[in-house]
């Protein structure tokens, strides 16, 4: 096993530690720094395939923005949630499991080795050169002023 | 960089999957919205991370579908935390048990 697949399965391995960490803590603060730590492990395995453009939007839009607001709310409504699920369901969870994993470790044995897909060559330059693109980013953001200005009328008419 | 072969495939799938899992178990047993905003977002999480692998095939189709994912889904979690705020303000309860049809009745 090569460093760089060490290295993205200790960054994967965080990333659903924190996870369960959402699971487990019974705090929605709590949960809510652990989902951002989970997001921010995400975008570290962007990083790690050589996507800064990925990770930067990842953890200023969605950690940075998004994120902060969860954890936000998430501090103000701190309340300790009733568990729902039943302890009964984990052994056909795990029969589940068991039965997914098996088929991915058995999926080799029965099917020839696809072809390795390679190196990820991508070049923000080169994707930004493109017209269309160009204009679904614009598009993009135009779309999500008015979203903001919409929920902002919404604030407002529902305090009047 | 690192490169990407079928071992990392394999471990972004496996984690992606089970970052997913504990989107659904934590959605599943929440009693109030924060909760559920908390595991929605996980949720993108994992579709974030499962769509590494599509990179080494078209990189720029790629990138544009990441563009788009993270639009949309920022939108999605911006409009639940307006329904979460207005439905604080219409029923003093943040918890699941007081929207009683749906969505319908926030």
């Given at each position: 096993m090569s460093a760089d697949v060490l290295l993205l399965s200790a960054l994967a391995g965080i990333a659903v530690l924190f996870s369960l960490g959402v699971l487990v803590s019974k705090d929605n603060f709590y949960s809510s720094l652990y989902m951002s730590g989970t997001l921010i492990f995400v975008a570290a395995v962007y990083a790690l395939f050589n996507l800064q453009p990925v990770f930067v939007l990842i953890v200023f839009i969605f950690v940075g923005a998004i994120g902060i607001v969860t954890v936000a709310l998430a501090a103000t409504y701190r309340s300790e949630p009733v568990r729902q699920v039943s302890v009964f369901w984990a052994a056909p969870?795990?029969?589940?499991?068991?039965?997914?994993?098996?088929?991915?470790?058995?999926?080799?044995?029965?099917?020839?080795?696809?072809?390795s897909p390679g190196e990820i060559q991508f070049e923000l330059m080169n994707f930004l050169s493109t017209t269309e693109y160009f204009l679904v980013v614009i598009l993009l953001i135009a779309l999500v002023i008015l979203l903001l200005l919409s929920v902002l009328k919404m604030g407002i008419g529902g305090r009047s | 960089m690192a490169a990407l072969d079928v071992a990392s495939i394999s471990v972004l799938y496996a984690a992606s999957f089970a970052i997913l899992f504990v989107g659904y178990l934590t959605a599943i047993s929440s009693k109030d919205v924060i909760r559920l905003l908390i595991s929605l977002e996980m949720m993108f999480g994992a579709v974030f991370m499962a769509l590494i692998p599509l990179f080494s095939v078209a990189a720029h189709t790629a990138f544009g579908i990441a563009v788009i994912t993270i639009f949309a889904s920022s939108g999605e979690l911006?409009?639940?935390?307006?329904?979460?705020?207005?439905?604080?303000?219409?029923?003093?309860?943040?918890?699941?048990?007081?929207?009683?049809?749906?969505?319908?009745?926030v």
């Amino acid at each position: 096993m090569s460093a760089d697949v060490l290295l993205l399965s200790a960054l994967a391995g965080i990333a659903v530690l924190f996870s369960l960490g959402v699971l487990v803590s019974k705090d929605n603060f709590y949960s809510s720094l652990y989902m951002s730590g989970t997001l921010i492990f995400v975008a570290a395995v962007y990083a790690l395939f050589n996507l800064q453009p990925v990770f930067v939007l990842i953890v200023f839009i969605f950690v940075g923005a998004i994120g902060i607001v969860t954890v936000a709310l998430a501090a103000t409504y701190r309340s300790e949630p009733v568990r729902q699920v039943s302890v009964f369901w984990a052994a056909p969870v795990a029969l589940a499991a068991f039965i997914i994993g098996f088929s991915i470790y058995s999926y080799p044995i029965f099917n020839p080795p696809a072809a390795s897909p390679g190196e990820i060559q991508f070049e923000l330059m080169n994707f930004l050169s493109t017209t269309e693109y160009f204009l679904v980013v614009i598009l993009l953001i135009a779309l999500v002023i008015l979203l903001l200005l919409s929920v902002l009328k919404m604030g407002i008419g529902g305090r009047s | 960089m690192a490169a990407l072969d079928v071992a990392s495939i394999s471990v972004l799938y496996a984690a992606s999957f089970a970052i997913l899992f504990v989107g659904y178990l934590t959605a599943i047993s929440s009693k109030d919205v924060i909760r559920l905003l908390i595991s929605l977002e996980m949720m993108f999480g994992a579709v974030f991370m499962a769509l590494i692998p599509l990179f080494s095939v078209a990189a720029h189709t790629a990138f544009g579908i990441a563009v788009i994912t993270i639009f949309a889904s920022s939108g999605e979690l911006l409009i639940l935390i307006s329904a979460i705020v207005i439905l604080d303000r219409q029923k003093k309860d943040i918890h699941t048990a007081v929207i009683t049809i749906g969505g319908d009745q926030v």
